[in-house]
């Protein structure tokens, strides 16, 4: 199975951020990318980064899967962890349940679910650009303080790590 990593967001527009901090969603994402990478045993990783367009012609079809890399952000107060995928996707809806199995139990935060998109959705730009199953990964709240920490406290590499590899054992 060959899984593309995507790094969301840019160096020049970073997403979502922690006010207390000032880390913001790239920031936390691009040395996470590379930890997730080295860690995948059953499954080929490659990691790149997202500056839109374009780059889903050059992505489509490249890989079995491609999973971007996020933090989602509110209120400082939400609290929890989702996984988007193209609504329609059976292979996607899948995947998005093991990934999501693995953030809830390694991150122990509420469980927002799965939640499928559509291409008018926010990120369904991304979800339904390319002809491979994707998904957004939105482990935890960069916006609260709680969540962080636990992020950085607990092996969210692994979790994700552990997902590719499960997925790479039952993927057909």
Known sequence: MKVLLIVGHQPWAKGAHNAVEGLYEYDFNEPLAYKIASRVKKASVIVDHYTRGADLVRWSGKSDLLLELHCNAFN?????????????????????????????????????????????????????????????????????????????????????AGALDRLAEVWK
Do not use: C, M
């Open 76 to 160: 400082s107060k939400a609290s929890g962890t989702l996984t988007l995928y193209a609504n329609g996707s059976v292979k996607g809806r899948a995947a998005a349940g093991i990934l999501q199995t693995h953030f809830v139990e390694e991150l122990d935060l509420p469980d927002r679910g799965i939640l499928p998109r559509t291409a008018k959705d926010r990120g369904g730009y991304l979800l339904w650009g390319v002809s491979q199953p994707a998904l957004i990964g939105e482990p935890f709240f960069i916006d609260n303080d709680g969540d962080l920490l636990r992020a950085r406290q607990r092996d969210l590499a692994g979790a994700y």
